[in-house]
């Protein structure tokens, strides 16, 4: 009977550990793009970029199948200079997308924005802009949910410029997400 009693007891200890396993998932994105498709130079111009700079269907971020995600973070730098004779303004914004999503730019097929902002760098200027978003069940839950649904998503970087000359590189970029293997107990 005690050994019944202690054999029950370490399978319920070893359950209860089991239900507080998080796991910690982390990309580094810019690591995975070719360094070619991290950078971009223009002439004067106003358009739209993305990067990576292949097509316009973004990165897919190879993630494991998670079963509950808590949050995460997608962080970065985007590193501008300005070559032009005017102010180099605009705007940026990480883009997300299902797996199957081909043009992360047009929101359909389930893209979307995260984290809009605007620059304006004086003429002969280089400036890094961070990206740091956070994502959680009452903060970008639309996130967090695109990475729970799926096994992996699509990621980009879009860039609103306008500039009599330039250029704009990833220099860093990461995503990190802790996850629980099940819900049975929080």
Avoid: H, W
């Avoid at 494991?64 to 605009?90: D, H, Q, Y």
């Avoid at 990475?147 to 704009?168: C, D, E, H, Y």
């Amino acid at each position: 009977m005690k050994k019944l009693l202690a054999i029950s007891l370490v399978a319920l200890v070893l359950a209860g550990c089991s239900a507080a396993t998080r796991y910690n998932v982390a990309v580094n994105i810019a690591s995975l793009i070719p360094e070619a498709q991290r950078s971009q130079s223009f002439g004067s111009t106003t358009q739209n970029l993305v990067f990576p700079t292949s097509g316009s269907g973004g990165f897919l971020v190879p993630l494991p199948a998670l079963e509950i995600v808590e949050g995460g973070r997608i962080s970065g730098t985007v590193r501008l200079t300005n070559t032009g004779n005017t102010n180099f303004t605009g705007s940026y914004a990480v883009r997300m997308a299902p797996p199957g999503d081909t043009d992360i730019s047009d929101n359909q097929g389930g893209d979307f924005s995260l984290d809009a902002t605007s620059f304006d760098l004086a003429p002969g200027a280089t400036q890094d802009l961070p990206i740091n978003i956070q994502i959680s069940p009452t903060v970008n839950a639309n996130a967090l949910q695109l990475i729970q649904r799926q096994n992996g998503f699509r990621m980009a970087l879009r860039i609103n410029v306008n500039s009599t000359g330039g250029s704009v590189t990833l220099s860093a970029a990461r995503v990190s997400v802790t996850a629980r293997p099940f819900a049975a107990i929080k």
